[in-house]
């Protein structure tokens, strides 16, 4: 059984570059949600996709996006980078969008230079 | 600010011993989670506690659920090497479909 999977694993961008970064579910799993943990720090909500539409949106700017696929997978876009987005970049997945047991993927270290 | 407040943000014991680590809030959440992180992986789940005053065993970790629902506990016994990493809880609100984390208890277990 596939868990969560996020590609790639580390990323390195110059500030004010975009970046996509993707995540298939768990099989089974139709919700998915991206946080950002920034160093020492535990994991900060920025969305969540159900149904390919945006049902949720945590305190982050217009210049974090995403997209949900017909298969359930999802991207996170990220539009001029700051270094301050430097970051762990995680994907949840769930069953249904008002089951919270979340699994997690093994993230995407992003560093901007 | 933190919806939900850790406590130790950091301990380090020696193999054997027992600790118990702290998720405090003064929201009510339905359900709450708990999560350990190994240095650049993901969250992996232990345990998720619905019930106030709900208390859950995985071999030796004990977890306790507020009678009130707003606070948590873990507690491991005869503590192991194996136990170091991250300890994250994570709380989910009534008709809020977001997980809030507290900034994690990072243990370290001595041999």
């Known amino acids: 059984d596939a868990g969560v999977t996020q590609s790639p694993t580390h990323l390195i961008k110059t500030r004010g570059q975009q970046v996509t970064l993707r995540c298939s579910p768990k099989?089974?799993?139709?919700?998915v949600s991206w946080y950002q943990q920034a160093l020492g720090q535990g994991p900060q909500f920025i969305f969540q996709?159900?149904?390919?539409?945006?049902?949720q949106r945590g305190n982050f700017p217009d210049r974090f996006s995403g997209h949900q696929f017909p298969n359930y997978s999802s991207e996170l876009n990220v539009n001029a980078l700051l270094l301050g987005d430097s970051a762990l970049y995680l994907c949840a997945s769930t069953t249904g969008i008002g089951h919270t047991e979340a699994f997690f993927g093994q993230g995407t270290r992003l560093t901007v230079v | 600010t933190q919806l939900l407040e850790q406590s130790p943000q950091f301990l380090s014991i020696q193999e054997g011993e027992n600790l118990t680590v702290y998720c405090n809030s003064s929201?009510?959440?339905?359900?709450l989670q708990w999560y350990r992180q190994e240095p650049g992986e993901g969250p992996v789940l232990l345990v998720t506690v619905v019930t106030g005053g709900e208390v859950k065993k995985l071999k030796r970790l004990t977890f306790q659920f507020g009678d009130a629902r707003k606070d948590s506990s873990l507690h491991i016994t005869a503590a192991q090497p194996g136990d170091t990493g991250l300890y994250l809880c994570a709380g989910a609100r009534s008709n809020d479909y977001k997980l809030s984390f507290g900034a994690g208890t990072t243990v370290t277990v001595r041999a």
């Open positions: 929201s009510v959440f339905s359900s």
């Open positions: 099989s089974g799993h139709d919700t």
């Open positions: 996709y159900y149904e390919e539409e945006e049902r």
